[in-house]
């Protein structure tokens, strides 16, 4: 039934405008919090369906992302197998529809009869026709490097192309994590750089899971009938908000909760074995300090925590946090889009504040402090998709990709891809990072967000003017979307599934085209003639404190 529901040189100047905004009070000395910031900004939340307003489970990925293309369905025949690379790596320089594999290890698997439709991004899978949904963040946090893998192990999988077998095979969270961990068991977990583990969340209409996993170590054999890899994963409450920011998030597991919890058999017997974790010492298993040796203490989680339940008063400096939370109001699509296009405002990290924003605000300012581009806490990255999965409507209309790609979280527009669609508009699935084009969505998105940072303070409220406004389009027309493929879904799923396919196209193209006039008219409005009236000059403030650094 449907239901509506290069580390820069420091020169004098530079240093003697720090020297001198320290001691004046525009900017303050980073907290260990922000300094502890990981370079890796992935970030991945999880929403259970009595967290959202409307009733979606919902999660979202901010890894990089230059284009998009759909996998479709596909029948195999008994005997066929199917490769799984060891190595699935983005070649730049090529620009073929896929990216095009490196040479390495691979391994060949048994096919399954019939594998399901989804669409990819560059480097992870996103969305299936069945509404299961994939999200990362590599936890790059140091996991214990007698971990790490070597020339020496028989683990030759990577997680990249293991979560498309996962997507091309299962209709449910739960199942998915079922292929992805045995797989890495079978064939070991070769990760990608030492000490380094990884983070996928994965939703389906029902329910969203936080799945973490490390390599079994340097030496592992495939013949040692040990696990070739660790992992585990917790279900996030259906009323609560998650996010995995680069570091662990499972903590305490109980294993005989078979509803909350799953992972491999030598969860706790690999920690025993190298003394992480004593049984007989009277604490309880905990996941992240057996294999982190740390609880959560990210800048980026404290953020995304504070905004959606402020009532906690969470502290940056605390000793990890309540990760799930439940929120203090049930949230929307627009309010993890706000979440996402964060900056610290309001903050003692405020990123639109002090030297290192320049003098125009700007929270991606080139300049920036010394190391700044390590510490950076930002909620987002240089592309973003929100996966919302819905029971209550038929799997091609009841999942949705509001992807947006390039542009940062503040200065894109999120346009909506349904999971049954048949085809992705072409400027979605064209371009590559080292050759701008005018025909792709990800080059005309940062050239906005790019040519923003120039004059931020000014330029970011005609960017944000318009993406209101088209995605305010978008959200308010989605009832009226789903209600009209739902009627032709009952007539015939192919009316339904051709009605979105032209929509979501149409739209995005739209988008596409207002975001071109856009960077047009900045472009036009915004460059270096000063008789251009809406040219502003640098704030007094920043003369100011130029004239003294000069002195």
């Given at each position: 039934?449907?239901?509506?529901?290069?580390?820069?040189?420091?020169?004098?100047?530079?240093?003697?405008?720090?020297?001198?905004?320290?001691?004046?009070g525009?900017?303050?000395?980073?907290?260990a919090?922000?300094?502890?910031?990981?370079?890796?900004?992935?970030?991945?939340?999880?929403?259970?369906?009595d967290?959202?307003l409307?009733?979606?489970v919902?999660?979202?990925?901010?890894?990089?992302?230059?284009?998009?293309?759909?996998?479709?369905?596909?029948s195999?025949?008994?005997?066929d197998?199917?490769?799984?690379?060891?190595?699935?790596e983005?070649?730049?320089?090529?620009?073929?529809?896929?990216p095009?594999?490196?040479?390495?290890?691979?391994?060949?698997?048994?096919?399954?009869?019939h594998?399901?439709?989804?669409?990819?991004?560059?480097?992870?899978?996103?969305?299936?026709?069945?509404?299961v949904?994939v999200?990362e963040?590599?936890l790059?946090?140091?996991?214990?490097?007698?971990?790490?893998?070597?020339?020496n192990?028989?683990?030759i999988?990577?997680?990249?192309?293991?979560t498309?077998?996962?997507?091309?095979r299962?209709?449910?969270?739960?199942?998915?994590i079922?292929?992805?961990?045995?797989?890495?068991?079978?064939?070991?977990?070769?990760?990608?750089?030492?000490?380094?583990?990884?983070?996928?969340s994965?939703?389906?209409?029902?329910?969203v899971?936080?799945?973490?996993?490390?390599?079994a170590g340097?030496?592992?054999?495939?013949?040692s009938g040990?696990?070739?890899?660790?992992?585990?994963?917790?279900r996030?409450?259906?009323?609560?908000?998650?996010?995995s920011?680069?570091?662990?998030?499972?903590?305490?597991?109980d294993?005989?909760?078979?509803?909350?919890?799953?992972?491999?058999?030598?969860?706790?017997?690999?920690?025993?074995k190298?003394?992480?974790?004593?049984?007989?010492?009277?604490k309880?298993?905990?996941?992240?300090?057996?294999?982190?040796?740390?609880k959560s203490?990210?800048?980026?989680v404290?953020?995304?925590?504070?905004?959606?339940?402020?009532?906690?008063n969470?502290?940056?400096?605390?000793?990890?946090?309540?990760?799930?939370?439940?929120?203090?109001k049930?949230?929307?699509?627009?309010?993890?889009?706000?979440i996402?296009?964060?900056?610290?405002e309001?903050?003692?990290?405020d990123?639109?504040?002090?030297?290192a924003?320049?003098p125009?605000r700007?929270?991606?300012?080139?300049?920036?402090t010394?190391?700044m581009?390590d510490?950076?806490?930002?909620?987002?990255g240089?592309?973003?998709v929100?996966?919302?999965s819905?029971n209550?409507?038929?799997?091609?209309?009841?999942?949705?990709m509001?992807?947006?790609?390039?542009?940062?979280?503040?200065?894109?527009?999120?346009?909506?891809?349904?999971a049954?669609?048949?085809?992705?508009?072409?400027?979605?699935?064209?371009?590559?990072?080292t050759?701008?084009?005018?025909?792709?969505?990800?080059?005309?998105f940062?050239l906005?967000a790019?040519?923003?940072?120039?004059?931020?303070?000014?330029?970011?409220?005609?960017?944000?003017?318009?993406?209101?406004a088209?995605?305010?389009?978008?959200l308010?027309?989605?009832?009226a979307i789903?209600?009209?493929?739902?009627s032709l879904?009952?007539?015939n799923?192919?009316?339904?599934?051709?009605?979105?396919?032209a929509y979501c196209?149409?739209?995005?193209?739209r988008?596409l085209?207002?975001w071109?006039?856009?960077?047009?008219?900045?472009i036009t409005?915004?460059?270096d003639?000063?008789?251009?009236?809406k040219?502003h000059?640098?704030?007094?403030?920043?003369?100011?404190l130029l004239e003294k650094?000069?002195?």
């Amino acid at each position: 039934m449907y239901k509506k529901g290069k580390n820069a040189v420091m020169t004098p100047m530079l240093a003697a405008l720090l020297l001198l905004l320290f001691s004046v009070g525009y900017v303050s000395a980073p907290s260990a919090s922000s300094v502890s910031v990981l370079v890796n900004k992935c970030n991945s939340f999880m929403i259970g369906k009595d967290a959202m307003l409307d009733g979606s489970v919902v999660s979202t990925q901010t890894a990089g992302c230059v284009r998009i293309w759909l996998v479709p369905a596909a029948s195999h025949g008994r005997g066929d197998t199917r490769v799984v690379k060891g190595y699935n790596e983005y070649d730049k320089n090529r620009l073929e529809v896929a990216p095009p594999v490196r040479s390495g290890p691979t391994q060949e698997i048994p096919e399954v009869e019939h594998t399901y439709a989804h669409v990819m991004g560059d480097w992870w899978p996103i969305m299936n026709e069945k509404q299961v949904s994939v999200g990362e963040t590599t936890l790059g946090g140091g996991c214990r490097k007698e971990l790490s893998p070597s020339k020496n192990s028989d683990a030759i999988l990577r997680l990249t192309d293991v979560t498309k077998v996962a997507l091309e095979r299962a209709s449910t969270a739960r199942e998915a994590i079922e292929i992805v961990g045995s797989l890495m068991e079978k064939y070991g977990w070769n990760a990608w750089q030492p000490e380094v583990g990884e983070f996928l969340s994965l939703a389906d209409k029902n329910e969203v899971w936080a799945f973490e996993i490390v390599p079994a170590g340097p030496n592992w054999k495939k013949n040692s009938g040990e696990p070739g890899a660790a992992w585990c994963a917790m279900r996030i409450p259906d009323d609560k908000f998650a996010i995995s920011a680069n570091e662990s998030i499972i903590g305490e597991i109980d294993l005989a909760d078979k509803a909350n919890f799953m992972a491999s058999s030598n969860v706790k017997s690999l920690a025993i074995k190298h003394g992480w974790w004593d049984p007989k010492g009277g604490k309880p298993f905990r996941w992240d300090l057996a294999y982190w040796g740390k609880k959560s203490n990210n800048i980026r989680v404290w953020r995304a925590l504070s905004l959606v339940a402020p009532s906690q008063n969470l502290k940056p400096d605390a000793d990890g946090y309540p990760n799930p939370i439940k929120p203090d109001k049930k949230l929307t699509i627009l309010d993890i889009r706000k979440i996402l296009a964060d900056q610290l405002e309001g903050t003692e990290f405020d990123r639109t504040k002090g030297l290192a924003a320049g003098p125009f605000r700007c929270p991606w300012w080139p300049a920036g402090t010394p190391n700044m581009r390590d510490t950076i806490p930002d909620l987002t990255g240089p592309s973003i998709v929100i996966s919302q999965s819905r029971n209550w409507l038929p799997d091609p209309i009841g999942g949705v990709m509001w992807v947006g790609i390039g542009g940062w979280g503040d200065a894109t527009v999120y346009v909506p891809f349904y999971a049954g669609v048949t085809r992705l508009p072409k400027a979605y699935t064209t371009g590559i990072e080292t050759n701008f084009s005018w025909d792709s969505a990800f080059w005309i998105f940062n050239l906005v967000a790019n040519w923003t940072r120039l004059q931020y303070e000014h330029m970011i409220k005609e960017v944000q003017k318009l993406q209101i406004a088209l995605e305010s389009r978008e959200l308010n027309r989605q009832a009226a979307i789903d209600e009209e493929a739902y009627s032709l879904y009952e007539q015939n799923p192919s009316l339904a599934i051709e009605y979105l396919s032209a929509y979501c196209e149409e739209n995005a193209n739209r988008v596409l085209d207002t975001w071109r006039e856009l960077a047009a008219y900045l472009i036009t409005w915004y460059y270096d003639k000063s008789w251009v009236s809406k040219v502003h000059e640098a704030p007094d403030w920043w003369r100011a404190l130029l004239e003294k650094a000069q002195k």
